[in-house]
């Protein structure tokens, strides 16, 4: 099982990045799918999710507002847009996919990890 997290990069405040995560070997299309990022010296924590269908989304306080994340079933993609970056949202940013239909808040309800994506946003 893999998921594969590309887009991140190096932009100023108030730029957009567009981060996507593409699954193989295996479909999550049943799966409720999730971002989480984590800072230096920081805990790991939740950015956004989105159930199955992509009918539900939920995001942290923090990016309301700001981030959009959405699922392409067929295409067995799920993407987080970025806008109006802020230097707190740098971090490795990593996407998940949940163990059932519900992408919860919690790392613990993700048992499937792929590689982190940098972002860093300069001020």
């Known amino acids: 099982v893999q998921l594969q997290a590309s887009g991140g990069g190096l932009v100023r405040a108030g730029g957009s990045l567009r981060l996507s995560c593409k699954a193989s070997?295996?479909?999550?299309?049943?799966?409720?799918m999730g971002w989480f990022r984590q800072a230096p010296g920081k805990e790991r924590e939740f950015v956004a999710g989105i159930n199955w269908s992509g009918g539900r989304t939920y995001y942290a306080d923090s990016v309301k507002g700001r981030f959009t994340i959405s699922r392409d079933n067929a295409k067995n993609t799920v993407t987080l847009q970025m806008n109006s970056l802020k230097p707190e949202d740098t971090a490795d940013h990593y996407c998940?996919?949940?163990?059932?239909?519900?992408?919860?808040?919690?790392?613990?309800?993700?048992?499937?990890w792929g590689r982190g994506t940098l972002v860093t946003v300069s001020s």
């Open positions: 070997r295996r479909t999550f299309s049943n799966n409720g």
């Open positions: 998940a996919a949940a163990r059932g239909a519900v992408a919860g808040s919690g790392p613990y309800d993700y048992p499937y």
